[in-house]
């Protein structure tokens, strides 16, 4: 049984759009959400993250909401830019040990 | 990438032969990891270390043996290597993020594996 569903796989947007990104989790004892961003060839990079105490997250262009009841939690990337054709995945983490989600490929069309 | 360093970064090696990933790290973090990552599958934990000695199982463990005999060290040891065992690996260090004190993953650049 997965634990993290993603969605969608892939993404394409045009620049200046909003991206969306959508997660679901099934243990309620993960206690931090964050988003990793990867570039082709790199390693995965700590984007943003939450705690399930919070229902919104903004930093600069980037913002998670999180909605407990649900078990859910989206990523929406503003203004969307060229150069946030990347791979993104979500995460759930407790104890010091994650579990991803499969990531999603956004193409951001200039 | 928080003084992390994996090799080889990419190999090419045949079925049956043994295979050793070695990820180096110069922070002294006590929580290193080991993922794969797999098209359509994310990022997977193989096995992670908690301790110079210490470590323990994750989600695709089978095939697979780590060792850590000093804190800066995390090899991975495909014993006799499988077409299904190629993929990227990753290795990773657990940091305190200092907003919020949860622990964050910091990631090595990769190690690229081919199972001929």
């Known amino acids: 049984q997965q634990q993290v569903k993603q969605s969608p796989q892939s993404l394409i947007v045009q620049k200046g759009g909003i991206s969306i990104i959508n997660c679901a989790y099934e243990?309620?004892?993960?206690?931090?959400f964050p988003w990793y961003q990867q570039f082709p060839g790199k390693g995965p990079a700590l984007l943003i993250a939450?705690?399930?105490?919070?229902s919104e997250k903004k930093e600069g262009r980037f913002t998670i909401s999180f909605n407990k009841s649900a078990k859910q939690f989206s990523l929406h990337i503003m203004d969307s830019q060229p150069g946030d054709s990347a791979t993104y995945f979500c995460a759930a983490s407790m104890d010091r040990k994650s579990t991803f989600g499969d990531g999603t490929t956004l193409t951001v069309k200039p | 990438d928080a003084g992390i360093t994996q090799s080889p970064r990419h190999k090419v090696t045949e079925t049956g032969t043994p295979v050793t990933l070695r990820c180096h790290q110069t922070?002294?973090?006590?929580?290193m990891y080991w993922y794969r990552q797999d098209p359509g599958h994310g990022l997977r934990l193989i096995h992670y270390s908690y301790g110079v000695k210490d470590t323990d199982k994750g989600e695709v463990s089978d095939g697979y043996s780590v060792s850590r005999s000093k804190t800066e060290d995390f090899l991975l040891t495909l014993e006799s290597a499988t077409s299904s065992q190629t993929s990227v690996y990753f290795c990773?260090?657990?940091?305190?993020?200092?907003?919020?004190?949860?622990?964050?993953?910091?990631f090595g650049a990769g190690s690229r594996l081919t199972v001929l």
């Open positions: 990773a260090i657990s940091r305190t993020n200092r907003v919020g004190g949860a622990n964050v993953l910091t």
């Open positions: 243990n309620t004892a993960f206690d931090y």
């Open positions: 922070e002294n973090h006590r929580y």
């Open positions: 939450i705690r399930p105490d919070v």
